[in-house]
Nanobody, 115 residues
Framework: QVQLVESGGGLVQAGGSLSLSCLAS????????MGWFRQAPGKERELVAV???????YYGDYAKGRFTISRDNIKNTVTLQMNSLRVEDTAVYFC?????????WGQGTQVTVSS
């Protein structure tokens, strides 16, 4: 069983930056994929970024060039650095771990970007 706890959300002005962190506890393999998804009101949950166990990264189109995902396999953390934030980035951001086909989710952290 894996538990995920996100932190770092909050309110920021457009153009600003936020860093989200997710701490994974339990048995987490370094080979697991770790990532971030987000869900805005009235919209479906969508992929923000994923980093594989080999540290290969994949970003949603809107995140490319603005967001950076990284992981620390010793601390079992995955971090999302978000720069040049836009109002449309407002959403609840969820940490995600996919380990051997089993998917785990955090409880989410709110990011609000004001104009």
């Amino acid at each position: 069983q894996v538990q995920l706890v996100e932190s770092g959300g909050g309110l920021v002005q457009a153009g600003g930056s936020l860093s989200l962190s997710c701490l994974a506890s339990g048995r987490v393999f370094s080979s697991a994929d770790m990532g971030w998804f987000r869900q805005a009101p009235g919209k479906e949950r969508e992929l923000v970024a994923v980093i594989s166990g080999f540290s290969k990264t994949y970003y949603g189109d809107y995140a490319k060039g603005r967001f950076t995902i990284s992981r620390d396999n010793i601390k079992n953390t995955v971090t999302l650095q978000m720069n040049s934030l836009r109002v449309e980035d407002t959403a609840v951001y969820f940490c995600n771990v996919n380990q051997e086909g089993v998917v785990y989710w955090g409880q989410g952290t709110q990011v609000t970007v004001s104009s």
